[in-house]
């Protein structure tokens, strides 16, 4: 997927050190090894990370789980993280980001997407209100084991 000047491409482990960065950035400290793996994790589960690059830059990402379901035969897509640089808001990335993991996902063969906006990322849920995903489907509560 291309713009102008930004390609949506998959993430390899290149990009660790990046994708480290921009998760610290965010309050979620990572170094390049745990980036690496959960990278590892993702493709044995064939699960998706894309990347957005600008200038040979990654200026940002978006993972995505692909699950079956258990009441049915489909499969639904689940973003887990979307994140872009700081610097790099408000110029329609993180939009890039989601057109290309809706590709994805359909062409994993998921029957919906869902994703978890939470109150501290107001920005975050326009942006998935704004692209057609429905606040009102569901609650999610969340409970450590």
Known sequence: MNDARVTVRPATDDDADRLAALLTDEGYPAGASDITARLAQFGALGCHVLVAVAAGDVIGFVAML????FESSEAFA???TLVV???ERERGIGRLLMTAAEKTAAEAGASFLEVTAGHHRPDARRLFESMGYDASVATYLRKRP
């Not at 692909?66 to 379901?69: K, M």
């Open 78 to 80: 689940r973003i887990v």
């Open 66 to 69: 692909v699950l079956p379901r």
């Open 85 to 87: 640089d700081a610097g």
